[in-house]
């Protein structure tokens, strides 16, 4: 899934050129690239699909040259992740109704590359045996609203738990509570079932969208006119909402993955190589005086810059904008960005 816009890494990450397609972390591999390294250890590349904005299809393409073009799929709008979901699972059954899915997003960030591959292979097994939707569930560090969380039931086993409850991106309140019980994991947002599952899962819960992308002939000339048809009014509403905290055959495999969402740039900072002051940097022109636990992005990194007295700064530079604020405002940066639109010509920037 690699149809985000990304707008909370502004200025790097801007409607054109989202997150996904940037290489974040300084790798010499943009977040797509990386997140397909990791899946072609499993999967052929000849079964591996993208679904992304069609804007962002041609961006695909050109940064994955090794998936075949007809396995791009662009949407005309974004409606979340139900729709992209059911689009697929459509898509691929007619090609294979047999077929097995891993489903995760394009920009996470997975340091413990052999444990994923084990745990998706145990995935696929369970879900070749079981009619099960499997999720992989990372132990939470700190009550966070920003991801989903899933609550288990302890049985003799520590590979796989039948999920009791799932929330999806609740209150801080609500989070304390749900670290402090110790019966929760967070959702990693990769999922893994049979095509007939999900579908199974999209006739009970969601039957309305089901019925609407029963119209279109998948695979076929007449796919694409069919989804720009029907896509306005499909509902926009998460994979988590429509399906995992309805159905009752969802089961959660614990993961240490090294794992995270790449949610902001303070993410980003703990991720990054730092140096002997705890600064994240990108380029070697830079002096930094009195300076302690910044992240600096320069677009180009041969500007020499000098930054004297900041500590806990994000400082991204690229053609267009600058960013200099606090790594405790991260949250805020939407709101930047919103703000922004509203000067003259602000769209420019974005």
Known sequence: MAGGIGSRFWPMSTMKFPKQFQDILGTGRTMIQQTYDRVSQLIPRENIFVITNKEYVGLCALQLPEIPEENIVGEPMMK???????????????????????????????????????????????????????????????????????????????????????????????????????????????????????????????????????????????????????????????????????????????????WSDLGTWTSVYQNAEKDDSNNSLNSKNVLMYNSKGNILRLKNKNKAAVIDGLKNYIIVDTDKALLICPRDNDQLIKDYVLDLKNFKKGERFM
């Open 80 to 258: 979340n992740t139900s729709a992209c979901n059911l689009y697929m699972a459509n898509k691929i059954a007619q090609i294979n109704p047999e077929a097995k899915l891993v489903v995760l997003p394009a920009d996470h960030l997975i340091l413990k590359e052999q444990k994923f591959i084990a745990k998706i292979e145990l995935a696929f097994k369970l879900v070749s045996e079981n009619d099960y939707l499997v999720t992989l569930g990372i132990k939470p560090t700190r009550p966070d609203t920003g991801y989903g969380y899933i609550q288990y039931l302890s049985n003799d086993t520590d590979e796989v738990f039948k999920v009791k409850t799932f929330t999806e991106k609740p209150s801080l309140e609500i989070a304390k509570t749900f670290i402090e019980s110790g019966d929760f994991l967070w959702n990693a947002g990769i999922f893994v079932w049979s095509c007939k599952s999900i579908l199974s899962a999209f006739d009970k819960y969601l039957p309305e969208m089901v019925q609407q992308f029963n119209y279109c002939e998948y695979n076929s000339n007449a796919e694409g006119d069919c989804i720009d048809m029907i896509y306005p009014k499909v509902a926009k509403i998460s994979i988590d909402n429509g399906i995992l905290e309805k159905a009752k055959n969802v089961y959660v495999i614990p993961a240490d993955l090294g």
